[in-house]
């Protein structure tokens, strides 16, 4: 039985292998238009939330620039009440910005975006 069991697994393992330089990430968001500006003060270590409205079917929030994540660290994304909602962990004392540009599935093209200037005491 083990090697019936390792004549399956082999394939797979290459199979999988193979196929994992197939995938590619989004490119990057392009210039940001203006857009509002959130100002969140939070006690370093306690979680935040960051709440975005659903966009409609085609179009999609990414995250638009880089942000410090020793003061505000990603942790999880999800949808509650029809909102897309990321959730960050306070980390560093310090400030930063966190950006979300609205595009069009995977396009660098950005139609809306939000700021948000994380505080961390």
Same mark, same amino acid.
């Given at each position: 039985?083990?090697?019936?069991?390792?004549?399956?697994?082999?394939?797979?393992?290459?199979?999988?292998?193979?196929?994992?330089?197939?995938? $590619?990430? !989004?490119?990057?968001?392009? #210039? +940001?238009?203006? %857009?509002?500006?959130?100002?969140?003060? =939070?006690?370093?270590?306690?979680?935040?939330?960051?709440?975005?409205?659903?966009?409609?079917?085609?179009?999609?929030?990414?995250?638009?620039?880089? $942000?410090? !994540?020793?003061?505000?660290? #990603? +942790?999880?994304? %999800?949808?509650?009440?029809?909102?897309? =909602?990321?959730?960050?962990?306070?980390?560093?004392?310090?400030?930063?910005?966190?950006?979300?540009?609205?595009?069009?599935?995977?396009?660098?093209?950005?139609?809306?975006?939000?700021?948000?200037?994380?505080?961390?005491?």
């Amino acid at each position: 039985m083990i090697g019936r069991s390792r004549f399956l697994l082999v394939p797979l393992l290459l199979l999988a292998v193979g196929s994992a330089p197939a995938r $590619s990430s !989004a490119p990057p968001v392009g #210039p +940001l238009p203006r %857009g509002p500006v959130t100002t969140i003060r =939070v006690r370093h270590g306690l979680l935040f939330a960051i709440a975005l409205p659903r966009p409609v079917s085609g179009r999609t929030w990414r995250g638009a620039r880089l $942000s410090d !994540a020793t003061i505000a660290r #990603p +942790l999880d994304e %999800g949808e509650l009440n029809g909102n897309i =909602v990321f959730t960050y962990r306070a980390g560093h004392t310090g400030t930063t910005t966190v950006i979300y540009a609205l595009t069009e599935d995977e396009t660098p093209k950005a139609l809306q975006a939000r700021y948000f200037k994380v505080i961390v005491i």
